[in-house]
């Protein structure tokens, strides 16, 4: 009986990090999270910005507003055009976005960050969490400037890119309709 307990507890664990993961652990699907933090919005960019096929980005983009992690909204009607924002629960990705990438420069490569995440309130760097070194906050996305870091690279030309070697305050859209 107790193995039975103890098998549901785990299933139950196990099985919130596997739902999590077979939405936004697939291919592609959290670079375009992590370009909608940048403040990517319009189809057109995201495809410019992460070079995947477009049925794939549309895919994505579909399943992921299905789920409730972003939001489709028109912003032109002739022709018809949408753009795609984060949902609460799509910001709710934040901390995790900020760890995964802080764990890739740590232990996949070079160890200099290609951004840094500098909260405005007061100057401090976030690296891998949320929560403010500096100044102890919790640090909503909003109140974070992203500037190029050390490792940037910038062979790069397309709209985003470009935009993205200014610094950027997150989710404010990048590039203007
Ligand atoms: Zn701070």
Not at 86 to 102: I, K, N, V, Y
Not at 105 to 116: C, F, T
């Amino acid at each position: 009986m107790s193995r039975v307990g103890l098998g549901k507890n785990y299933e139950g664990q196990e099985c919130s990090l596997a739902r999590a993961l077979e939405l936004i652990g697939e291919r592609w699907t959290f670079l375009v999270i992590r370009d909608a933090f940048y403040g990517v919005r319009r189809f057109g960019d995201f495809l410019a910005h992460l070079d995947m096929p477009r049925a794939v980005l549309s895919q994505r983009l579909q399943r992921l507003v299905e789920a409730g992690v972003m939001e489709k909204r028109r912003y032109q009607d002739s022709p018809p055009r949408d753009e795609y924002v984060l949902t609460e629960m799509g910001r709710d990705l934040w901390p995790a976005l900020l760890a995964l990438a802080s764990w890739g420069e740590r232990h996949l490569a070079d160890g200099r960050p290609r951004r840094l995440f500098v909260h405005l309130g007061c100057g401090g760097h976030l690296t891998g969490s949320p929560v403010c070194p500096a100044c102890g906050d919790q640090v909503p996305p909003e109140s974070v400037e992203m500037r190029p870091g050390p490792g940037a690279e910038s062979t790069r030309e397309d709209p985003v890119s470009r935009a993205l070697r200014r610094p950027h305050r997150l989710l404010e859209p990048l590039t203007e309709h």
